[in-house]
């Protein structure tokens, strides 16, 4: 069964509104989880990195302001969109790890219409 | 820094035929490779993964793939493939030491019945 859980797995959502996905690993600790974005037909651009308790580490280009990402427990992180426009719109993909090599795995996506 | 080529977007393949699909990778450093696949509006799902030991790895769903590292490839194979097999497939490298996987840009596989 998954042992990374994404919710919601679509959502649609006026512009100027915000959205917030969450990602939980169901039976084991993540202490790193990262934050994807893929558009149609390309590959997974990672967003940010966070580290349970701390700040997140942002790719280059990506806006810390408009894409919040909490890592507040061992099991939960999200992603919150900001003030959302279309452009947003996007399918995005979390993963996580508990730090052993083989041991990533990822959630089911979000596809995210930002209308 | 690490970078992943794929150099095939898409490759069709009749139903029970073999297929290999490419994948080379650049890094000044040792990695892992990884090979993920995609089902349509669904998240990643790991086929395989080279760490250490034998160059020959085998996944799920039949796959196998073989790390080269004189030619810094990682291509994968299947010798039949099923309709079922259609999908997307990413071929992904992580630097010893590194958290981070960089994925290369997939290439999608249809099965023609």
């Known amino acids: 069964g998954a042992v990374v859980s994404q919710h919601p797995s679509r959502v649609i959502c006026k512009s100027g509104t915000s959205v917030k996905i969450e990602c939980r690993s169901l039976d084991f600790q993540a202490t790193t989880m990262f934050w994807y974005r893929q558009f149609p037909k390309q590959s997974l651009m990672l967003m940010a990195t966070s580290n349970e308790g701390s700040k997140a580490t942002y790719e280059q280009g990506v806006e810390k302001d408009k894409f919040l990402i909490n890592h507040a427990s061992l099991t939960l992180s999200t992603l919150t969109v900001t003030s959302a426009h279309p452009e947003d719109s996007s399918f995005y993909i979390c993963s996580a790890t508990g730090g052993a090599e083989e041991k990533l795995f990822f959630g089911s996506g979000t596809q995210l219409s930002v209308l | 820094a690490q970078s992943v080529t794929q150099l095939d977007s898409q490759v069709p393949v009749f139903e029970e035929a073999p297929v290999e699909l490419r994948c080379n990778y650049s890094?000044?450093?040792?990695?892992?490779l990884f090979w993920y696949v995609q089902y349509p509006n669904q998240g990643l799902q790991l086929l395989l993964k080279?760490?250490?030991?034998?160059?020959l790895v085998k996944g799920i769903n039949g796959f196998e793939a073989e790390f080269n590292k004189s030619q810094t490839s990682f291509h994968l194979r299947k010798p039949s493939v099923h309709i079922s097999d259609t999908a997307e497939y990413f071929c992904?490298?992580?630097?010893?030491?590194?958290?981070?996987?960089?994925f290369g840009t997939g290439t999608r596989l249809t099965i023609i019945p």
């Open positions: 992904a490298v992580k630097n010893f030491g590194n958290e981070k996987l960089t």
């Open positions: 890094s000044s450093v040792s990695v892992y």
């Open positions: 080279y760490l250490s030991g034998s160059t």
